[in-house]
């Protein structure tokens, strides 16, 4: 029997998550089944098996990918010296988020923060997915503070409030713009880089 490459084990893995992505955007999880899935993958039930025990599996891996994203937008910004303003970062980092919806096949933007929002409802029951949301939340937090530390070591911004506090602000941010896209409609994202450049001129019109 000819050995399946690591190669095609890939593909095939991302395919079942691209799949289950789009099921859960349209419908959500509960209403979501594992068949949903097979149709729309159009596999077999031993094929998906393979790589996923089940739905709640399927979600995990979800998740951590989302969580990687934002993750790794930020420590990619960490690197720049000094990182480019918050309305700018903030708004690299949606633009990114958005654009792996696209790339791995969500039916538009507004999909995607619909289904960030389930997953965070999701973790009020789902005592291990809210460890893992904890786990990656606390990965993304430290990649900000680094973010913050370098604004402040580049003599942008106030070095007298923790750069923690700082970063949990620009975490909610984010969080908040995914929820009102979620419930309110595609928004671009200028829109947030635009009310974060006025809330940080204030400072610049009282000095003008």
Known sequence: MARVSQEHLDARRRQILDGATRCFSRNGFHATSMQDVLREVDLSAGAVYRYFSGKEELI??????????????????????????????????????????????????????????????????????????????????????????????????????PAEHVARTMIATVQGFAAQQALFGEVPVDVVQNGLRGLMSMGEQKAG
């Open 60 to 161: 995990a891996a979800i998740v951590t990918e989302v969580l990687d994203t934002v993750r790794e937008a930020f420590e990619d910004a960490a690197r720049q010296s000094p990182p480019e303003p918050p309305d700018v970062l903030i708004g690299q980092v949606m633009e990114r988020v958005l654009g792996e919806a696209f790339v791995r096949g969500v039916p538009g933007s507004s999909q995607f923060p619909r289904m960030m929002v389930q997953v965070w409802t999701e973790t009020l029951r789902n005592e291990s997915l809210s460890v893992l949301i904890r786990d990656g939340f606390e990965r993304v937090r430290g990649a900000w503070v680094e973010v913050v530390e370098a604004y402040q070591a580049a003599g942008l911004m106030r070095a007298d409030i």
